[in-house]
C-alpha cells in the first residue's frame, strides 16, 4: 500500500495547473446514460473516483475511451441498467446512475451507496423526488430498485427537505427526459451543479435557473451527443492555497474560477494573505505575513457559496499554525472530525466540543506517522506535514488518490520535498 514521505518546513513558490473538478466530471459521465449519441469531456481529470466510474459505466455496455484529460462515451448499446455493490461500495457518486437510467430505460438497479465515512449521506430525497416523477421505488437487500409502469417520467415540483447536490444532479437529470415540466426547489447551487445543466443544455436540454435554488426543466424526449469542458476543480485549488499559506509560499493558481473560491478567499485574506486574482488564475503571497505567521481564523461550514465542508479539514491545518485560536464548526456531515487526532500526532494543539473544533495555534508541527482517513482529510494532513519539521509519513493514501491527480508532483514541482513510497 503507498504512502507519501513528506520533509517539511519548506515555502512552496511558483504555478500550479489545477485540473478539471471531480464532483463535476462524475455527473457528466453519468449524464452521457441519457443519450446514445458521443459524449465528450475535455480538462477530465485522472483519478480513481473517475476509473471506478468508467468501470461501472464499461459494465452496463458503454463504450468508454480515454485519453490525456479526454473522455469519450457512448451508451449506444447498454446491456444492463445496474450499478452492483461492487462497484458502488468505494464511491458515492456511484448512485448518480440512478436518474439517467429510470428516465431513458424505464429501470434501474443501484446498490446504495458507499464512499467515505464522514458521516450520513441518505439517498431518500433522490427516492423522494423520482417517486413525485411517477417511479415505482423500493429498497430491496441493500438495492434501489426503480422502474417506470407507464411510460416516460412526468414532471413535477419537487421541493427537497435538505440540500443536496447529487439529489439535485439526479433529479436534474431524470427530468430532461421526463414528460412535462419539473421544478426542483431548494436545489443546491454548487458550480458542478451549474456545469452539469450547462453540458444537459449543449445536449439539447430546457434547463433554467441552475446555479439558484430553484432550477426549472422542461422535459424532451431526446437528446443528442455533446463536448463539454469539465469546470477547474475549486477543492483542489483551495487546497493549494492552504498549503501555500501553511508554508509561508508564494504560489499562482493556473486554469482556475476564482470567483467559485470567493468563501475560502476572503478566510485567507482575514488570516494576512495577500490575494490577487485574474480572469483565470489566483496567486497567493504568504511569506510576508504580519508577524511571520497567519492569524487565527474562525469558519462555519456551509452549502455553496458559503464555506465548503470540503476544505475544512485544509483550512484546520492552517489554523494549527496560526496565531490565536479559532473556532472551526462543522454543519454539513456530523463525522468529519477524523483527522484530529492524526493533527494531533503532528503536535496540533485542538479540542473538539460537539460539532465544533477549538484549534490552538502553535508555532511549530514535528513530523510524525498518520493515517488518512477520508479524501479531504489526507489533504489536510499532507498540508500539515508539508508545514512540519522532519518527516512525515501519511498512510492510506488510496482516500487522496481519489480526488487529487497526481497531487505529489504538483507540489514536487512548487519546491515541496515529497515522494510517493511504498
Not at 423526488?129 to 430491496?140: I, N, T
Not at 407507464?150 to 414532471?155: I, Q, Y
Not at 449543449?202 to 433554467?208: F, L, N, Q, S, T
Not at 439558484?212 to 476543480?233: F, K, M, N, W, Y
Request: one cysteine or more.
Amino acid at each position: 500500500m503507498d504512502k507519501l514521505r513528506i520533509e517539511g518546513e519548506r515555502p512552496l513558490h511558483g504555478d500550479v495547473q489545477i485540473s478539471g473538478a471531480k464532483n463535476a466530471a462524475l455527473p457528466l459521465m453519468a449524464a452521457s446514460l441519457l443519450t446514445d449519441q458521443p459524449v465528450v469531456l475535455l480538462n477530465a481529470p485522472e483519478l480513481m473516483d473517475v476509473r471506478t466510474l468508467s468501470q461501472l459505466l464499461t459494465g452496463m455496455g458503454m463504450q468508454v475511451d480515454r485519453g490525456e484529460e479526454r473522455i469519450r462515451l457512448q451508451a449506444d448499446r447498454i446491456t444492463v441498467c445496474e450499478a452492483p455493490y461492487e462497484r458502488v461500495k468505494t464511491m458515492r457518486a456511484s448512485v448518480l446512475v440512478l436518474g439517467p437510467l429510470v428516465a431513458r430505460f424505464g429501470h434501474a438497479r443501484v446498490s446504495l451507496p458507499g464512499g467515505c465515512a464522514i458521516g450520513a449521506r441518505p439517498v431518500d430525497q433522490h427516492i423522494k423526488g423520482l417517486q413525485l416523477m411517477g417511479a415505482q421505488v423500493q429498497v430491496e437487500h441493500g438495492d434501489i430498485v426503480a422502474s417506470v409502469p407507464r411510460g416516460r417520467l412526468k414532471g413535477a415540483r419537487i421541493s427537497t427537505d435538505m440540500i443536496t447536490v447529487t439529489g439535485t444532479e439526479n433529479l436534474m437529470m431524470a427530468a430532461a427526459l421526463a414528460e412535462g415540466e419539473t421544478v426542483i426547489e431548494n436545489a443546491a447551487q454548487e458550480p458542478e451543479v451549474a456545469d452539469l445543466a450547462a453540458m444537459l443544455v449543449k445536449m439539447g436540454a430546457r434547463i433554467e435557473g441552475a446555479g439558484s435554488s430553484r432550477i426549472r426543466i422542461q422535459g424532451v424526449e431526446r437528446l443528442r451527443g455533446a463536448e463539454h469542458v469539465t469546470v477547474p476543480d475549486r477543492i483542489e485549488a483551495g487546497t493549494f492555497l492552504c498549503a501555500a499559506v501553511a508554508t509561508r509560499g508564494d504560489v499562482t493558481l493556473r486554469r482556475c474560477v476564482p470567483e467559485h473560491l470567493d468563501a475560502l478567499l476572503d478566510k485567507l485574506r482575514e488570516a494576512g494573505a495577500r490575494i490577487t486574482t485574474g480572469a483565470n488564475w489566483v496567486r497567493v503571497q504568504a511569506d510576508a505575513m504580519p508577524g511571520g505567521r497567519a492569524r487565527a481564523v474562525s469558519v462555519r461550514t456551509s452549502e455553496y457559496p458559503g464555506f465548503p465542508t470540503d476544505m475544512q479539514a485544509q483550512f484546520m491545518a492552517v489554523n494549527c499554525l496560526a496565531m490565536g485560536a479559532a473556532h472551526l464548526t462543522e454543519t454539513i456531515f456530523e463525522n468529519r472530525f477524523m483527522h484530529v487526532q492524526e493533527l494531533v500526532r503532528l503536535g496540533a494543539n485542538i479540542a473538539i466540543e460537539g460539532n465544533t473544533c477549538v484549534v490552538q495555534g502553535v508555532e511549530r508541527l514535528s513530523g510524525a506517522t498518520v493515517m488518512a482517513t477520508d479524501l479531504r482529510a489526507s489533504a489536510g494532513l499532507v498540508i500539515a506535514g508539508l508545514a512540519a519539521e522532519g518527516t512525515t509519513v501519511i498512510e492510506r493514501i488510496y482516500h487522496l488518490d481519489r480526488g487529487y491527480a497526481g497531487m505529489e508532483h504538483k507540489l514536487a514541482a512548487l519546491g515541496a520535498r515529497i515522494a510517493r513510497v511504498s
